[in-house]
């Protein structure tokens, strides 16, 4: 969280930066290059470097077609060329125990990020993993933009939606135990207000 307020006061700016290299939205030139979506993804990292305030590759568009050594390439370009802008992976993760561990070692080691996406909805337990990353950041999916979200998370227990017991608990418990963040989708602007309202001056992404 430190390195990401030095960088919005640096560089003055809240643009994260998503690296989604979809390969049927690529030219041909790009797509049929051995190592043409890392080649794509660091175009991109160096035009908006002085623009961003953290940028976010997403694991989903280098698995599936099996460029994750291109995505530790990217990383690896990241930090060697734009050292001061934080790598978010967004991964989505949520699992316990051991894979948990794994997921976390995978991304903070594997790909040297600073941040990785979670899915909280297995509980504390599930997020531990990740928290004990010293200097590394957790970034809890609260209330997403996807038009299905509010299937879960709106539904209330005790009269509030599960988004907002989401929220509450990053503020007063996972807080405490390392740096979170939380992902909130400005489609819902009066639930931003309220997750806003909850967690004071934590980061939302």
Same mark, same amino acid.
């Given at each position: ?15 994260? =930066? ?16 051995? +190592?043409? =979506? ?16 953290? !940028? ?5 568009? !280098? ?21 001061? =802008? ?53 970034? =809890? ?39 979170? +963040? ?10 931003? +207000? ?12």
């Amino acid at each position: 969280l430190d390195r990401l307020n030095e960088r919005w006061q640096a560089a003055n700016t809240l643009l994260c =930066v998503g690296l989604d290299p979809d390969l049927d939205r690529l030219p041909p030139a790009v797509r049929d290059q051995p +190592a043409g =979506v890392a080649k794509f993804c660091i175009d991109i990292v160096d035009a908006t470097a002085e623009f961003a305030c953290a !940028f976010k590759p997403q694991i989903a568009y !280098f698995a599936a077609i099996g460029a994750e050594r291109q995505l530790e390439t990217v990383c690896g370009h990241i930090r060697d060329r734009h050292p001061t =802008v934080p790598i978010i992976l967004d991964a989505k993760r949520g699992d316990i125990g051991d894979t948990a561990r794994l997921y976390a070692r995978e991304a903070f080691e594997r790909y040297g990020a600073d941040a990785v996406t979670v899915n909280p909805y297995l509980g504390t337990d599930s997020l531990e993993p990740f928290l004990q990353w010293e200097g590394r950041g957790v970034v =809890v999916l609260c209330r997403t933009s996807n038009a299905g979200s509010g299937e879960f998370q709106l539904r209330e227990t005790d009269g509030v939606p599960l988004y907002e017991h989401v929220a509450r608990r990053a503020a007063q418990d996972w807080a405490r135990k390392g740096d979170v +963040a939380l992902v909130v989708g400005a489609t819902y602007p009066a639930e931003l +207000a309220r997750v806003r309202a909850i967690v004071g001056d934590m980061p939302i992404l």
